[in-house]
């Protein structure tokens, strides 16, 4: 049907649930691997605590920021081109590249998704303005010297 592909990429909402541990050990302890799992992912989760991934939880509050990508268009290929392995491992590569890019910039600009939501939660926490790349130069002494030292009197009795 010729319609162009759009992606999508999102950065902020693996945040929202905190896994402490894959739980590889637990999954072998229980015999897990009976019913073809290895896994047993332990999770810190409102309003349960420390519990088993899968049980309904309330999300941890974290910035979701997404970006929709200008299409990729690839009408120009033949039809027969969708059955060729290498020209769809190329439109995937070009795809999967192109959204990296993406991800790796959105997680640049917000690498703490949680700290910042709730810093935009709470009412005193004031946003700071980001930190120079370049230190910023000393301030200038002042000429005013500062008071004398008292001396000890070990050093009083030698003068």
């Known amino acids: 049907q010729r319609v162009p592909v759009v992606p999508v990429v999102s950065h902020g909402g693996h945040d929202t649930t905190l896994i402490l541990t894959r739980g590889e050990w637990i999954g072998r302890w229980l015999g897990l691997g009976r019913i073809r799992t290895r896994s047993f992912p332990l ?3 409102v309003p349960w605590g420390l519990s088993p991934v899968g049980l309904p939880s ?3 509050p974290a910035k ?3 970006r929709v990508l200008p299409p990729m268009d690839w009408s120009a290929l033949p039809r027969r081109a969708a059955d060729d392995p290498d020209v769809v491992r190329r439109c995937y590569a070009e795809i999967t590249e192109r959204m990296q890019a993406t991800l790796t910039s959105l997680a640049v600009a917000r690498p703490y998704p949680v700290l910042s939501r709730l810093a935009s939660l709470v ?6 303005p980001p930190r120079p790349l370049v230190p910023r130069p000393a301030a200038p002494r002042s000429k005013r010297r500062a008071p004398p030292r008292p001396r000890s009197r070990r050093a009083a009795r030698r003068q």
Do not use: G, N, V, W
């Open 123 to 128: 009412p005193f926490a004031a946003p700071r």
């Open 64 to 66: 979701i920021t997404m």
């Open 58 to 60: 309330l999300p941890l």
């Open 43 to 45: 999770a810190l989760q």
